[in-house]
């Protein structure tokens, strides 16, 4: 482990070192013969995770945030945490949060503002506690601001905790903060990979590269083209089309990578830290162009200053402030574009050097910064695996969605009675929005980082012969379990007004599932789905509509054909003879079908009118989409 930086509180863990700061990478011996999983950087505080999941912290302790009363300079255990097996940590600027691997969240240090979640009015809490109202929700990642807390759940909720005083939690208001997690209700069904936050700013970036952001925005550390703080979380619309893998956010900037390799900064640049050359403030998001032409694969933002990994040298670039020796250029000057840190950087994939060199020479397996303080977790040239590459998603850090090795699990167990473990994973996902529509994406071309209201992002195609796999007779249990949480959960809590493009995929995927087409589940599923869509605004039906052209012919007709035996379905019932009790509800039904098939014929009528009379064209043929019976 290198580290560089302010050193004045122990935050480097380098032990009672004499220098306030460190301006070059130094070795940090406590991590030799160690494995490490993950950093945290606060303020004046870090946090180490080790791979056997246990915790050790270094820095100030003011407010309790290392959770031990041990030595504060070089890394100590946190035994509070002992019985846990941690996954993920992260910092604020006095608060502390761990995450376990059942998806449970311990929090400590500072909770003046209510970042702990842990709904008490004590000023520190110094000793690691479960956020017991999270205790129902399986969270997959958190992160912390200077003085709030957001996690994400694996059904896709992000939760969000603490100050508000910049509208930080994204709840809708600026002002009070709260001490226990709120779900932001306005991203319900979006599809969620990250979530990321600054000093007090927030943002959640999806499957897709939509990136949406909420709280302070002073100097345009949004992206949003102005000033003014939001309380509601906003689409940064400039980003859509970037393909943006990966964000995270300084005190008051915020760097994005994207699936190229390309980095985009904006917000404050007082210190050089957007890399643009200038100390300009950017409301928008701009390319790194001093960056360009190298592919990166790591970022990462202190308070002040942004890390670049570059894996095809295997260097370091750093900029912005630099007082702090934070940016490792053996210097305290700030840079205002990308500087090499100093060290014997060696590529994974460079030829080892012969055993003399091999000393000297460093492997970047992962970047870390915050604070004012930095670090490279590095091997040894002759036993390295490739750099850790944050372009790609672990899909255990983000919504669960439907994939086949997931239904060969649920298959591997179905045949009896499903164990409680597997009834539960099939109902978190089919009862989420945000799980069915990070489903089935698309990743020929085009593919999923190209969804727009024209496009829909998803492959219909997978989505049928993954249901089709998942529903079959041999399995009546998985079959029930699907169809009862789609009728009692996902159904019944679909919006009229989706907060966004991609939380619209599942009315394409689902009407794929053979649960619809069984007439058993015509009255329980198929009817309000259709009641669902013919509720939707006349905004997000008209993206439904584009997306419904674009589908292949037989995925619409199929959905036509499947509305038309409802419909028959439908009158046969009221022929054969229903209580009088219940005609007003069957009508209510067949109006219903009928209204939804008007809408489909409308939108196939829109994309491809009435071919001209024979007559006039006596060779042409209509569109497959066209079916002059409809």
């Given at each position: 482990?290198l580290?560089w930086g302010n ?5 480097l863990g380098l032990?009672?070192?004499?220098e ?9 011996e406590?991590f ?32 309790g945030q ?6 504060r300079?070089k890394?100590?255990?946190?035994v509070?945490?002992?019985a846990?097996?941690?996954?993920a940590?992260?910092?604020g600027?006095?608060?502390?949060l761990?995450?376990n691997d059942k998806g449970q969240?311990?929090a400590?240090?500072?909770a003046?503002d209510g970042?702990l979640?842990?709904g008490?009015?004590?000023?520190c809490i110094?000793?690691p506690?479960?956020?017991?109202s999270l205790?129902?929700v399986h969270?997959v990642?958190?992160?912390c601001?200077?003085?709030h807390s957001?996690a994400?759940?694996k ?6 905790w ?7 939690l994204?709840?809708?208001?600026e002002g009070p903060?709260v001490?226990t997690p709120?779900v932001i209700?306005?991203?319900?069904g979006i599809p969620?990979a990250q979530?990321s936050?600054g000093g007090?700013h927030s943002?959640?970036?999806t499957l897709s590269g ?9 100097f345009?550390?949004?992206g949003?083209?102005d000033?003014?703080d939001?309380c509601f979380?906003s ?7 970037q393909?943006?893998?990966?964000i ?10 994207t699936k190229?390799?390309?980095v985009?900064t ?7 830290q957007l890399g643009?050359n200038?100390t300009?403030h950017?409301v928008?998001p701009?390319?790194?162009f001093?960056?360009m032409?190298n592919v ?12 670049a990994?570059?894996p095809?040298?295997g260097?370091?670039?750093s900029?912005?402030?630099g007082g702090?020796?934070q ?10 574009s990308?500087a ?10 460079d030829p080892?050097p012969?055993?003399?060199?091999i000393e000297?020479?460093?492997?970047v397996k992962?970047i870390?910064a915050g604070?004012?303080?930095?670090f490279a977790h590095?091997q ?7 750099p850790d590459?944050?372009r ?7 919504v669960?969605?439907l994939?086949?090795?997931l239904?060969?699990k649920?298959?591997s167990?179905?045949?009896?009675r499903?164990l ?13 929005a ?6 089935f994406?698309?990743s ?5 980082y190209?969804t727009?209201s024209?496009?829909s ?9 993954l249901f089709?796999r998942?529903i079959?007779?041999d ?6 379990q699907?169809a009862?949480s789609?009728?009692?959960n ?7 007004s989706p ?13 794929q ?9 015509y009255?329980?599923l198929a009817i309000?789905f ?7 605004k006349d905004a997000p039906?008209?993206v439904l509509?584009?997306?419904?052209s674009q589908i292949?012919?037989?995925v ?7 509305y038309?035996?409802?419909v028959v379905y ?10 009088p009790s219940e005609?007003?509800i069957?009508t209510?039904?067949?109006s219903t079908?009928?209204k939804?098939?008007d ?6 009528r829109l994309q ?8 006039t064209l006596p060779h ?5 989409h066209h079916?002059?019976?409809?």
């Open positions: 482990m580290c050193a004045s509180y122990g935050q032990g009672g070192i004499d306030e700061i460190v301006v070059e990478p130094r070795r940090c406590f030799n013969g160690k494995v490490l999983r993950d950093v945290g950087c606060g303020r004046r505080h870090t946090v180490f995770l080790l791979g056997d999941g246990t915790v050790y912290t270094c820095g100030c302790n003011d407010l290392l959770g031990h009363e041990k030595a300079k890394p100590e255990q946190v509070a945490l002992d846990q097996n941690i996954v940590v992260s910092c600027e006095a608060h502390t761990a995450l969240v311990f400590w240090g500072q003046s970042q979640g842990l008490n009015i004590e000023e110094r000793v506690r479960n956020i017991k205790s129902e969270i990642q958190v992160t601001g200077y003085l957001l994400l759940s059904r896709g909720q992000i939760f969000s603490g100050q508000n005083k910049y509208g930080q994204g709840l809708g208001l903060g001490s709120q209700q306005s991203l319900l969620f979530i936050a007090a943002f959640g970036l939509a990136v949406f952001g909420w709280g302070r925005n002073k345009g550390q949004l949003l083209n000033n003014k939001r979380p689409l940064l619309k400039t980003l859509r089309s393909r943006v893998v990966y995270c956010c300084g005190e008051d900037h915020t760097a994005a990578l190229e390799g390309g985009f904006f917000g404050a640049g007082g210190y050089g643009h200038t300009n950017e928008n701009r390319k790194v001093e960056l032409g990166v694969t790591q970022i990462v933002c202190g308070r002040q200053h942004t890390l990994f570059i095809s040298s260097k370091i670039d900029f912005g402030l702090n020796g940016l490792g250029t053996r210097s305290t000057c700030n840079r205002k990308p090499p840190v100093k060290g014997l950087w060696k590529a994974h994939n080892t012969i055993e003399a060199e000297q020479l460093y492997c992962r870390y604070g004012d303080q930095s590095c040894c040239p002759q036993n390295v695996s490739p590459d944050l790609r998603h672990n899909c255990d850090q983000h669960l969605t994939k086949d090795d239904i060969q649920w298959l167990h179905g045949h009896g499903l409680p473990e597997m009834t539960d994973e099939i109902d978190l996902v089919f009862s989420s945000s799980c069915l529509n990070g489903s994406l698309s020929s071309h085009p593919d999923h190209c727009s024209k496009c992002g998803v492959d219909a195609n997978m989505a049928r012969v089709h998942l079959q007779p399995y009546p249990h998985i079959s029930q699907v009862a789609l009728e009692k996902l159904i019944p809590n679909l919006s009229s907060p966004d493009i991609e939380a619209l995929r599942l009315y394409l995927t689902l009407p599932c053979p649960l619809f087409s069984n007439p058993n589940t009255i329980t309000p259709a009641k669902a869509v013919i509720s939707l039906l008209k509509g584009n997306w419904w292949e012919p037989a619409f007709q199929g959905l036509v054909e499947l038309k035996e409802v439908l009158l046969r019932m009221q022929k054969v003879g229903i209580p005609h007003r069957f209510c039904f067949l079908c009928l939804f098939l809408i489909l014929h409308s939108f196939n491809h009118p009435s071919p001209p009379t024979p007559a042409t043929t209509p569109h497959p079916d002059p019976e409809r």
